[in-house]
């Protein structure tokens, strides 16, 4: 007896089938539709942070006599209404301090004789220049002496690299995940997978960034692992999305991780300049806490690093867990 061999049933994700004739034009106007608010909502995305850009309540240490304090004060509040939060400090020794422990990000030295701003370029170059201007400002156009304490790199003044690098890191690990999810069967190989993109990949961009482009001037090392952590936590994220909403998850998280994370990570300005609130968001995801960490260990020695690396931690222990049950989910189904 011949055995007749099976045949594969048709997929729900299989092509169109031209037999079966063209496709229902509300589904047409639906999917175009569908494009157009996708396109509304990137570029909202994209164009709405950079737009809204600016100081608000930046912290900054004033050392000075009481009286000189307050008109720098009534000065700044009324050229620049809630842009800077003024806060006293003995010298410019606890200013510089206050500075490289990232409580504030710079400091006005309000002396007559030697008037100087305290800055940290690394913390962000919009803020740095910012207090320059305001420097300047506060002593009438006089000559203000500038202290760095975590100046940029001498390859890359302006900090261009790292707001470059921002988006192509977010997207290798996103698009590395929906590789992963597509083309690979089974959560555990595709965990593997994704540890094996955040192992190759950290050191891989930390050599570009660190040693070709000169854009990052820390440990290379404490660098590459932080790449490293930041690639794991984008990718298993997404990851876990899709093991248990799908394809759905998948879109969802590459549009949490691209559309929404990259222009809110504040690559390019810092995170004290977003509009209220988008700050903390943006920090929350992965490209934000990415760019918050590799400042921290590039200038200031790992320095306000904690937070930054416990947020990518957390994305990256959410998606094993999430592929975790994704895995007992299909368990379940097959028992």
């Known amino acids: 007896m011949t055995a007749t061999p099976l045949r594969p049933s048709p997929s729900r994700h299989a092509a169109p089938d031209p037999a079966a004739g063209p496709t229902p034009w509300p589904r047409v106007v639906a999917l175009a539709a569908a494009v157009a608010v996708g396109l509304t909502v990137l570029l909202a995305a994209f164009a709405w942070p950079a737009t809204r850009t600016a100081p608000r309540d930046v912290p900054v240490a004033v050392v ?28 410019l020794a606890e200013a510089r301090q206050l500075v490289a422990d990232r409580e504030v990000y710079g400091a ?25 201007s305001a420097a300047t400002a506060a002593t009438g156009g006089s000559a203000v002496r500038v202290d760095d304490v975590a100046p940029a790199p001498a390859d890359d003044p302006r900090g261009a690299g790292l707001a470059a690098g921002a ?4 997207l290798g690990g996103g698009a590395g995940a929906v590789v992963l999810a597509l083309r690979v069967r089974g959560h555990g190989r595709r965990a593997a997978g994704a540890l094996v993109l955040a192992l190759l990949g950290g050191p891989a961009a930390a050599g570009v960034l660190h040693g070709w482009l000169g854009a990052l001037t820390g440990d290379g090392v404490a660098e590459a692992a932080v790449l490293s952590l930041g690639l794991a936590a984008t ?33 390019s300005s810092a995170p004290v300049l977003l509009p209220g609130g988008w700050a903390e968001l943006g920090q929350a ?32 222990a959410g998606g094993l867990l999430l592929l975790a049950v994704g895995a007992a989910r299909g368990r379940r189904r097959t028992a």
Request: no cysteine.
């Open 108 to 132: 006005l030295v309000l002396d007559p004789a030697a008037p100087t701003v305290v800055v940290a370029t690394q913390a962000g170059p919009a803020v740095a220049q910012l207090l320059r």
């Open 235 to 267: 990718s298993l994220g997404v990851l876990g999305l899709a093991a248990v909403a799908g394809r759905a998850g998948l879109g969802l998280g590459m549009a949490t991780v691209v559309a929404l994370g990259n222009p809110l990570s504040a690559a």
């Open 64 to 91: 000075g006599p009481p009286a000189a304090v307050e008109q720098v004060r009534a000065a700044v509040e009324q050229t620049r209404p809630g842009a800077l939060e003024l806060r006293p400090a003995a010298d």
């Open 285 to 316: 995801l992965p490209p934000g806490a990415t760019v918050a960490a590799l400042r921290a260990v590039s200038g200031f020695g790992g320095t306000g690093a904690a937070g930054p690396v416990t947020v990518l931690a957390v994305w990256a």
């Open 167 to 170: 988006l192509p890191l977010a």
